[in-house]
């Protein structure tokens, strides 16, 4: 049995989907957090939140390192850990530098805060040769502006410390960009109240499908575990629609995917870890668009355990614990599984949603969580703001996506008007909708 530290978490399916494969792995966690009010006003309805079942429960400031780490050095000489882990990305770093200070297995402080900063990756990656847009990181808007003349319009303005596509935009002139960089530079410290970084990444716009490839490194070696197909709407937002595992893509695009997947990582110096590299199919081939350091978010995982068997939630267990994760395919009679995402197309007071006691009734429904009435939404600018999803199985063929998207469609959120004071500010991903987000 091992004994995991827990360093902050997101809230939603991920917060749940840990604490469980902690569980069921035979293990026990100690949770640390500076705010644990935050995880329980998500507590779900049917019982107590997950994280409570910690052995301990401390709270401590994870956002001032130089003050943490020592506390933790005198915690594990007390608890002794096993290992240290997290599902939030913006403590990603802390937990692999508190690896390093405990001796813990992990991933490389340096290689995990690359992959956690996008002007960093891009600069590894672009070093390395593995493929990319073309980008640029600026000052201010004088400098972006000067640097979207050379890049050309239409291109992406980027912050390198959001995630969930937070504040990321396309922008087709000077003033759609003027109007991107202010938005960014009014907002200056993330939802989980470290300061953020003002400097801008301006990239060439990426046209194509986009994929993302789920890996499990460990021994210097990754292993490839399967290729998830997305939707993307939401423009000029780049809004997660709906994933399905496998990806319906021709193999040779699939290897094309996973062989830059698999580079990107390697170039980052990732081992111990578990990925969710994001490849764009690009007509002049693939480009990677971002390299995630933890299993991915949007139930993805789940999708990949109804079709292989594989819990990428426990193999995350796994390598902090030094073990060698169990990452072998097994029959599920599932041969493709998606999930689709209900977006709110205006602003106001959530009422009630449609159609959702006919859905529920559909044979291939995996899973059907929807937001409850009087939660006060804005039309969708980003991953935060999702209604609800519909997950499905399809036993016979690549239908999953099809079907997910048709009961989708018989779902129609209802609102009522409210003031524009009261109207939701944007927050941090997997911070609003806890059901189905990271």
Same mark, same amino acid.
């Given at each position: 049995?091992?004994?995991?530290?827990?360093?902050?978490?997101?809230?939603?399916?991920?917060?749940?989907?840990?604490?469980? *494969?902690?569980?069921?792995?035979?293990?026990?966690?100690?949770?640390?957090?500076?705010?644990?009010?935050?995880?329980?006003?998500?507590?779900?309805?049917?019982?107590?939140?997950?994280?409570?079942?910690?052995?301990?429960?401390?709270?401590?400031?994870?956002?001032?390192?130089?003050?943490?780490?020592?506390?933790?050095?005198?915690?594990?000489?007390?608890?002794?850990?096993?290992?240290?882990?997290?599902?939030?990305?913006?403590?990603?770093?802390?937990?692999?530098?508190?690896?390093?200070?405990?001796?813990?297995?992990?991933?490389?402080?340096?290689?995990?805060?690359?992959?956690?900063?996008?002007?960093?990756?891009?600069?590894?990656?672009?070093?390395?040769?593995?493929?990319?847009?073309?980008?640029?990181?600026?000052?201010?808007?004088?400098?972006?502006?000067?640097?979207?003349?050379?890049?050309?319009?239409?291109?992406?303005?980027?912050?390198?410390?959001?995630?969930?596509?937070?504040?990321?935009?396309?922008?087709?002139?000077?003033?759609?960009?003027?109007? *991107?960089?202010?938005?960014?530079?009014?907002?200056?410290?993330?939802?989980?109240?470290?300061?953020?970084?003002?400097?801008?990444?301006?990239?060439?716009?990426?046209?194509?499908?986009?994929?993302?490839?789920?890996?499990?490194?460990?021994?210097?070696?990754?292993?490839?575990?399967?290729?998830?197909?997305?939707?993307?709407?939401?423009?000029?937002?780049?809004?997660?629609?709906?994933?399905?595992?496998?990806?319906?893509?021709?193999?040779?695009?699939?290897?094309?995917?996973?062989?830059?997947?698999?580079?990107?990582?390697?170039?980052?110096?990732?081992?111990?870890?578990?990925?969710?590299?994001?490849?764009?199919?690009?007509?002049?081939?693939?480009?990677?668009?971002?390299?995630?350091?933890?299993?991915?978010?949007?139930?993805?995982?789940?999708?990949?355990?109804?079709?292989?068997?594989?819990?990428?939630?426990?193999?995350?267990?796994?390598?902090?614990?030094?073990?060698?994760?169990?990452?072998?395919?097994?029959?599920?009679?599932?041969?493709?599984?998606?999930?689709?995402?209900?977006?709110?197309?205006?602003?106001?007071?959530?009422?009630?949603?449609?159609?959702?006691?006919?859905?529920?009734?559909?044979?291939?429904?995996?899973?059907?969580?929807?937001?409850?009435?009087?939660?006060?939404?804005?039309?969708?600018?980003?991953?935060?703001?999702?209604?609800?999803?519909?997950?499905?199985?399809?036993?016979?063929?690549?239908? *999953?996506?099809?079907?997910?998207?048709?009961?989708?469609?018989?779902?129609?959120?209802?609102?009522?008007?409210?003031?524009?004071?009261?109207?939701?500010?944007?927050?941090?991903?997997?911070?609003?909708?806890?059901?189905?987000?990271?």
């Amino acid at each position: 049995m091992g004994h995991l530290l827990v360093i902050e978490s997101w809230v939603g399916s991920m917060s749940r989907l840990l604490p469980r *494969a902690i569980r069921e792995g035979g293990h026990e966690f100690t949770f640390v957090t500076r705010d644990l009010h935050h995880y329980l006003r998500a507590a779900p309805t049917d019982g107590p939140h997950p994280l409570l079942a910690a052995r301990n429960i401390i709270t401590a400031d994870t956002n001032d390192i130089e003050v943490l780490l020592p506390y933790l050095e005198q915690l594990h000489a007390v608890l002794g850990f096993d290992g240290v882990v997290s599902s939030c990305d913006y403590y990603l770093p802390l937990v692999a530098r508190t690896a390093e200070r405990l001796g813990l297995p992990g991933p490389t402080a340096e290689a995990v805060e690359a992959a956690c900063r996008k002007d960093l990756t891009r600069r590894v990656l672009a070093e390395a040769a593995v493929p990319g847009p073309r980008f640029a990181l600026c000052g201010d808007v004088v400098q972006a502006a000067a640097t979207a003349r050379e890049i050309g319009y239409p291109l992406v303005v980027k912050p390198v410390d959001l995630c969930g596509g937070m504040l990321v935009r396309e922008v087709r002139d000077l003033r759609e960009l003027e109007v *991107a960089c202010r938005a960014l530079s009014e907002f200056p410290v993330n939802a989980r109240g470290q300061d953020r970084s003002p400097v801008l990444l301006l990239e060439e716009l990426l046209t194509g499908p986009e994929v993302s490839v789920e890996t499990v490194s460990y021994d210097g070696a990754t292993h490839v575990v399967g290729v998830t197909d997305k939707s993307i709407g939401g423009a000029p937002a780049f809004i997660e629609t709906g994933h399905m595992f496998p990806a319906g893509i021709e193999p040779a695009l699939e290897r094309e995917a996973v062989d830059t997947a698999v580079a990107a990582i390697k170039a980052l110096g990732l081992d111990h870890v578990v990925c969710h590299t994001e490849i764009k199919l690009t007509p002049d081939g693939p480009r990677v668009v971002e390299v995630n350091p933890r299993p991915a978010g949007n139930r993805i995982t789940e999708l990949v355990r109804r079709v292989t068997g594989v819990d990428l939630a426990a193999a995350c267990v796994d390598v902090a614990l030094g073990h060698r994760p169990d990452i072998t395919p097994r029959s599920t009679g599932v041969r493709s599984a998606a999930i689709a995402f209900l977006l709110p197309a205006a602003t106001g007071v959530l009422t009630g949603i449609a159609g959702a006691d006919s859905v529920r009734e559909e044979p291939e429904v995996l899973e059907l969580t929807l937001a409850e009435p009087g939660r006060t939404v804005r039309a969708a600018t980003s991953n935060n703001e999702y209604l609800g999803h519909i997950m499905t199985a399809d036993t016979e063929g690549g239908g *999953a996506r099809g079907t997910a998207e048709r009961l989708l469609a018989r779902l129609r959120p209802m609102y009522q008007e409210c003031p524009a004071e009261e109207r939701p500010a944007e927050e941090c991903p997997a911070e609003l909708s806890s059901a189905v987000s990271a």
